[in-house]
């Protein structure tokens, strides 16, 4: 079993950056797919970034690419989101997921992964 756990999160303005972290516990995730979806208020759950277990494969939703950044650190059993130029639409609740073995990459849907953290909330403000 994989526990995961996120941090980052808060109340920032249009504009302001954040870095989201997810530790993860109980296993080794360096063979891992681990990816970041939100969940905005009464919509469904989206993939927001996700990368491969060495790092050299990211996938961005296009509606963030070029803002966030996805990153890990296999020796830590750690992965990040930073998140720059925020935008009010990125409001959301954001949740770590990790996956051994994605069916098809990047797992664009929710049952993709069997692994989740609770979410932490990001609120851009206008």
């Known amino acids: 079993q994989v526990q995961l756990v996120e941090s980052g999160g808060g109340l920032v303005q249009a504009g302001d950056s954040l870095r989201l972290s997810c530790a993860a516990s109980?296993?080794?995730?360096?063979?891992?797919?681990m990816a970041w979806f939100r969940q905005a208020s009464g919509k469904d759950r989206d993939l927001v970034a996700a990368i491969g277990w060495s790092g050299g494969r990211t996938y961005y939703a296009a509606s963030v690419k070029g803002r966030f950044t996805i990153s890990r650190n296999n020796a830590a059993n750690t992965v990040n989101l930073q998140m720059n130029s925020l935008k009010p639409e990125d409001t959301a609740v954001y949740y770590c997921a990790a996956d051994l073995t994605v069916s098809s990459w990047p797992g664009n849907l929710p049952r993709d992964y069997n692994y989740w953290g609770q979410g932490t909330q990001v609120t851009v403000s206008s």
């Open positions: 109980g296993r080794t995730i360096s063979r891992y797919t």
